[in-house]
C-alpha cells in the first residue's frame, strides 16, 4: 500500500476515533455536572418554596409565582414562618430594616442593593452574585397594603419581593467541582488523543499485512503463471516452424505442453481453493468416519507408488471408533501431505501414515525418512508459494501452495497442524482435530 494512503487512512481513523471520544467525554462531562448542579439547587429551591407557601397561604401575593410554588403552599407550615426576604416599593427600590407585619410578627430583611427586576416575576428561581455573596433568588408581587415596611418616615408597603436562600457555600462547591469536572474532560480528552492513535495504528496493521499478502499472492501467481504460458508459447511457435512435422516428429513437444497445461490447471485449482479460504463459499459437512477404512482408501495408491520408485508407504491406525470429520476435505488434506512426504523423500526412504486418539482429539500424522525442512524453513513453510527450494525444481512439480491448502482444511475444522523433524532425519507433519 502506498505510504500516502497509508498515512491518509491513520489520519482518518485517528480524526474519527478522536472526534467520537471526544464527544462521548463532553456528553458525560455534561450530564454529570448538569445533574449535580440540579441536585444541589434543587435543596435551595425547595426552601424557597416553603418562603413563598407561607405568604401564599395568609393570602399576601399578588400571583406571579410558579404551579409548582402553588403546589407546595398546600403543605402546612408553622405559623410564625417567615424566611429570608428582600423588600421593594412600586420603583424595584429596597426598603430596609424592620417591620411589625400587621403589627404582629418581625421580619428580617437584609440589603444586597439589589433594584428589583420585574421580569423575574415570570421566572424560576435564579442565581445572583451580589457583594461577594451568591443568592438563590424568587421573585414576587404583594397585594397593595398586605405587608408594611418601614423606611425611616413611617410605614411603606411593600410591592414586590425576592425570596432568597444564601448560597455561597453551594456556588463555591459548584465552582470547585467544575474544575474537577474540566481537568477531567482535559485528562481524558488527552488520553482520547492517545488511545485513538495507537487504535489508529494498530487497526491498520491487518489492513497492512493483507495489502502486503495480496500483492506477494499476485506477484508469486503472475510468476507461476508465466513461467508454463511461456514454455507452451515457444513450444507451439516451434511447431509452427514446421508445418510439415508429423505428430510424431513433434511428440516431445506436445507432451511437454500438456504437462505445463496439466501444472497450470492444477496451480488454478489450488489457487481458487485458496481464494475460498477468506470467505464463507465453503462449508465444513462432517460425517460418521471409520478411519481404517478411509485411510485405506486413500493410501492404497500410494502403496503403489511408493513400491515402483522403491519407496515404503504404511500406515498405523490405532482408533477403532467412527470419527465425524469432512471426509472430502481430510482426504485433500491426506493427499497434499503424501505427495510432499513422496516428492521430498529418495529411494529407500519410509512414509508411515499414523491415526490415533488423544484426549478426545483425532491425531493424525504423516512421518518420512526424506530430506527433512530447515529451521528457517519451518517458519515459513504453510504461507502460500513458500518453497524452500529457490530454484522451483520442476522435478517435484510444487508451486508452494499444497501446504497453505492444508493449513486452511485445518484449521477449518478447528484444529492444529504443525511440523517437527523426524529421527534421525526426515519430517513428520501432525494434525490435531477435535472429535
Given at each position: 500500500m502506498p505510504r500516502l494512503i497509508n498515512r491518509k487512512q491513520q489520519l482518518d481513523n485517528f480524526s474519527t476515533l478522536a472526534l467520537g471520544l471526544m464527544v462521548i467525554f463532553g456528553f458525560l462531562a455534561g450530564v454529570i455536572f448538569?445533574?449535580?448542579?440540579?441536585t444541589i439547587y434543587?435543596?435551595?429551591?425547595?426552601?424557597i418554596n416553603q418562603y413563598v407557601e407561607y405568604y401564599q397561604r395568609n393570602g399576601w401575593l399578588d400571583g406571579g409565582v410558579s404551579a409548582k410554588q402553588k403546589e407546595a403552599s398546600m403543605r402546612r407550615l408553622t405559623d410564625d414562618f417567615r424566611g429570608n426576604f428582600l423588600y421593594f416599593d412600586e420603583k424595584g427600590k429596597q426598603i430596609e430594616n424592620q417591620t411589625n407585619n400587621n403589627g404582629s410578627k418581625n421580619v428580617l430583611?437584609?440589603?444586597?442593593?439589589l433594584?428589583?427586576?420585574s421580569s423575574d416575576l415570570d421566572l424560576a428561581p435564579r442565581t445572583v452574585h451580589v457583594k461577594k455573596t451568591y443568592l438563590r433568588i424568587q421573585a414576587v408581587r404583594f397585594k397593595p397594603n398586605t405587608v408594611l415596611v418601614p423606611d425611616g418616615q413611617g410605614l411603606k408597603s411593600a410591592t414586590y419581593g425576592y425570596v432568597?436562600?444564601?448560597?455561597?457555600?453551594?456556588?463555591?462547591?459548584?465552582?470547585?467541582?467544575?474544575d474537577v469536572m474540566i481537568w477531567s474532560f482535559v485528562f481524558a480528552f488527552t488520553f482520547a488523543l492517545f488511545f485513538a492513535f495507537f487504535v489508529s495504528r494498530q487497526s491498520m496493521k491487518p489492513i497492512l499485512r493483507a495489502w502486503d499478502q495480496q500483492q506477494d499472492f499476485v506477484n508469486n501467481a503472475a510468476h507461476e503463471l508465466r513461467t508454463p504460458m511461456s514454455v507452451i508459447q515457444g513450444k507451439l511457435e516451434t511447431m509452427l516452424t514446421k508445418p510439415t512435422s508429423t505428430i510424431r516428429d513433434q511428440s516431445e513437444a506436445i507432451i511437454l505442453s500438456l504437462s505445463e497445461v496439466r501444472r497450470l490447471n492444477s496451480l488454478t485449482n489450488n489457487m481458487l481453493t485458496l481464494a475460498k479460504t477468506g470467505s464463507n463459499m465453503t462449508t465444513i459437512e462432517k460425517e460418521e468416519t471409520d478411519i481404517g477404512d478411509f485411510l485405506r482408501g486413500i493410501l492404497t495408491p500410494y502403496v503403489e507408488m511408493g513400491e515402483i520408485s522403491d519407496k515404503t508407504v504404511s500406515i498405523n491406525n490405532d482408533v477403532h471408533q467412527k470419527v465425524s470429520v469432512d471426509q472430502k476435505r481430510l482426504h485433500q488434506l491426506l493427499v497434499l501431505l503424501l505427495d510432499n512426504a513422496l516428492k521430498y523423500s529418495d529411494t529407500g526412504d519410509k512414509v508411515v501414515v499414523s491415526a490415533a486418539i488423544e484426549k478426545k482429539r483425532l491425531i493424525l500424522a504423516v512421518a518420512d525418512t526424506g530430506r527433512g525442512i530447515s529451521d528457517e524453513a519451518k517458519k515459513h513453510i504453510f504461507d502460500r508459494f513458500?518453497?524452500?527450494?529457490?530454484?522451483?525444481?520442476?522435478?517435484?512439480g510444487g508451486t508452494g501452495l499444497g501446504l497453505s491448502i492444508a493449513e486452511w482444511i485445518v484449521q477449518a475444522h478447528n484444529g492444529k497442524i504443525t511440523v517437527s523433524d523426524n529421527e534421525p532425519k526426515g519430517t513428520i507433519f501432525k494434525v490435531s482435530l477435535p472429535i
Open positions: 448538569w445533574v449535580y448542579t440540579f434543587d435543596s435551595s429551591d425547595r426552601v430583611t437584609r440589603r444586597f442593593g433594584t428589583f427586576d432568597f436562600v444564601d448560597v455561597t457555600d453551594t456556588v463555591v462547591n459548584l465552582k470547585k467541582f467544575q513458500y518453497r524452500e527450494d529457490k530454484t522451483g525444481n520442476r522435478e517435484t
